[in-house]
């Protein structure tokens, strides 16, 4: 059975069961909606724009958010694998702190900035800056030395180095490390759009919690887990591909 297919089966089955249950009436129905409760909501949602305009601020927070990780991320990540005095200072210092789970940094965001745009950011940028970075240290520390001395020999100094052998080298690693990044990144815009009323996603979750909306919860969900998979098919799956390729890793 072709991939394809046997996706489509599956999900298949998994609405079948839903519907079944859902008519079962083990639970209300503002409890457990059926999947036709749940598509006339994403229907309802689009056709008054709250759908649409969610998605385009939330996409804005994150395009934003998570552009400053990479800005930041990378250069750090390039410092800690081949400077060892910043490796042992704040290398140890971006270790600790990936330990902290992202929803750690909202109160202290909420002390920094208050109710506030940058307060959402600025959890977003902490959930994502971390394993970015780490990763591209990690892509760094494992360049062959052999690549390095070789370029030496040739003449590669300084940016040239960096831009011409150890970026390269680190690549598949610091394209792990976005990705991964990716995924905090966008759980942290979540829960820093629960804080409080900002037109995102966040606060569809919180409108359908407090209005007793079970239908509008799953619905904003499937939008969550539809965006994230739809980034990840048309932006980090070609990048990874096409970095297998790059480096004779893909199977024929």
Not at 53 to 60: D, E, F, G, Q
Not at 65 to 73: E, K, M, R, T
Not at 172 to 191: D, E, N, T, V
Request: aromatic share 10%; proline share 4%; glycine share 10%.
């Amino acid at each position: 059975m072709n991939g394809w297919r046997l996706k489509l089966l599956f999900f298949v089955i998994l609405l079948v069961i839903w519907e079944g249950l859902a008519r079962l009436r083990l639970w209300p129905a503002y409890v457990f909606p059926s999947p036709v409760d749940v598509v006339q909501s994403i229907l309802s949602g689009f056709g008054d724009g709250s759908y649409s305009l969610a998605i385009l601020t939330s996409m804005r927070r994150i395009l934003i958010g998570y552009g400053l990780s990479l800005g930041v991320g990378i250069p750090l990540g390039l410092l800690l694998g081949r400077i060892r005095v910043v490796q042992d200072t704040i290398g140890t210092l971006v270790l600790g702190l990936q330990a902290l789970p992202s929803i750690c940094w909202l109160p202290l965001a909420l002390l920094w900035f208050g109710l506030s745009e940058t307060a959402i950011l600025f959890v977003v940028v902490m959930g994502a800056v971390l394993s970015v970075t780490l990763s591209t240290a990690d892509g760094v520390r494992n360049t062959p030395p052999l690549y390095i001395r070789a370029a030496r020999t040739m003449g590669a100094r300084q940016w040239h180095l960096y831009s011409g052998v150890i970026l390269p080298a680190a690549l598949p690693a610091i394209l792990s490390g976005m990705k991964l990044g990716w995924s905090f990144a966008w759980r942290s815009l979540m829960a820093g759009e629960l804080l409080y009323v900002s037109l995102g996603l966040g606060q569809l979750l919180t409108m359908g919690r407090e209005l007793n909306d079970m239908s509008q919860v799953i619905a904003t969900m499937l939008m969550i887990v539809a965006i994230g998979l739809v980034v990840d098919r048309l932006v980090f799956s070609p990048l990874e591909r096409h970095a297998r390729e790059r480096w004779g890793l893909s199977v024929a």
